[in-house]
């Protein structure tokens, strides 16, 4: 490629990236200094949450597409939330909102005629209405139960003319909501596994207790046991390890091959379990995420951990292979 049709391009990359940033900061610049903007916001997020309906969320052109990926993050994140498309809604599909419903309307100008019928029905059968757009004396401002109004920004097109830095405005609006939303709620890891099971994000979402092996799976031998029984177990079970127990069923130890090799000799399998475990046996939680095991076992350099409970008796145990079988990497 051309020298100079390369660098025109990569100026033309990084005027839009700039621009984006810009964008960005003018909203988080409003949001310090702007307390009509603050308030908004949290109104916003109090009305959502004192809903007991579903959040419809509706716009035009790119606002429309920004309005797809708003409504998606909102459902994923424990906020029930659609998309209805204004021109369907006009057709037929203002029926799927109720008066226990929510909608949140998405235009830039704040002028967008398809978005009126939304707002008549709207207002006729008492739905609130949230707005988001740059233009406080618009007619879907002033019709609105809460307005957000965000800076006026200069597009990224050379033109002014496509929608680039707005519409992301609209998406980090979109963003902060539905995190807003989700912290206020409380939404756990664990909830947002519900919505997630499939795909590398489900299987980040494991709980390790769901990949352990429990049960007669589990090598464990009692204080006092002998070594050549610890060999049988580590060899049997198939884990290179065996946990040793206490007289109130806790773990208080755990012998690995490297355990052996430190005490290799020809009286190896005369000594007690307690004379050769370590002492202190790296241990997790069921509860805990699997990738939070993995990158335990990473950083630890370990292939093995015992699941205890909250009194120390081992529940399982978990391999890394189990981690990586799942795709927990």
Known sequence: MDMIVSDAILASIRRTIATAADGIDALAGCLEGD???RSSFVDAVELVASRHGRVVVAGIGKSGHIGRKIAATLASTGTSAYFVHPTEASHGDLGMITAQDLLILLSWSGETVELGNMLTYARRFNVPVISVTSNPDSIIARNSTVAI????????????????TSAMLQLAVGDALAIALLERRGFSAQDFKTFHPGGKLGSQLLLAHELAHSGEAVPLLPIGSPMSEALIQMSSKGFGVVGVVGGDGDLVGVITDGDLRRHMSENLLLLTVETVMSHTPRVITGGMLASAAMEMMQSQKITVLFLIDDLRRPLGILHVHDLLRAGVA
């Open 35 to 37: 307390a009509a903007l």
């Open 149 to 164: 109004v965000l800076p006026k920004v200069s597009e990224a097109c050379p033109h002014g003319l496509a929608p680039t």
